[in-house]
């Protein structure tokens, strides 16, 4: 831990519940919503399964706080003062991944994350985002 700081990705999987404070979030999903192919087949694919549902169960909780909080707001139980309600933009990936997927990043895993991004904010009317170097 250097100065004492934590990187927030060794705290909890994915963040999501605390940026309440922005009008639109757009979340690149860690998983799939669903198995998409042919179920687990053996004792590897089982595992793999595993433990996308352990990524998964993370993910929804954070989105689930973050709905909870626009709901209250929606209620008039939280002032609109300190928190805003919160337009949430899935960009979802279209295959399962497993856990060795998890250590290695996959060119085009991150290519295919672009390209669905770029659709989206293509469909909403907004510029094209900056692209890395």
């Known amino acids: 831990m250097p100065a004492g700081q934590m990187d927030g990705a ?8 605390e940026l309440h404070v922005f009008d639109c979030v757009f979340v690149a999903r860690p998983l799939a919503n ?8 053996n004792w590897f694919e089982v595992q793999d399964w595993t433990y996308e549902m352990w990524f998964s169960v993370g993910y929804k909780a954070e989105v689930a706080g973050l709905r909870r909080i626009n709901d209250l707001i929606e209620a008039g139980v939280i002032p609109e003062d300190k928190f805003r309600k919160v337009e949430l933009i899935e960009i979802e990936p279209e295959t399962p991944a497993g856990y060795f997927h998890y250590f290695v990043e996959r060119n085009d895993v991150y290519e295919e994350a672009r ?3 770029e659709e989206t904010f293509a469909h909403l009317g907004m510029a094209r985002p900056v ?3």
């Open 34 to 41: 669903g198995w998409h192919g042919k179920e687990p087949a």
């Open 115 to 117: 390209r669905l991004a």
């Open 10 to 17: 060794y705290h909890r999987s994915c963040i999501v519940s």
């Open 131 to 133: 692209q890395a170097a």
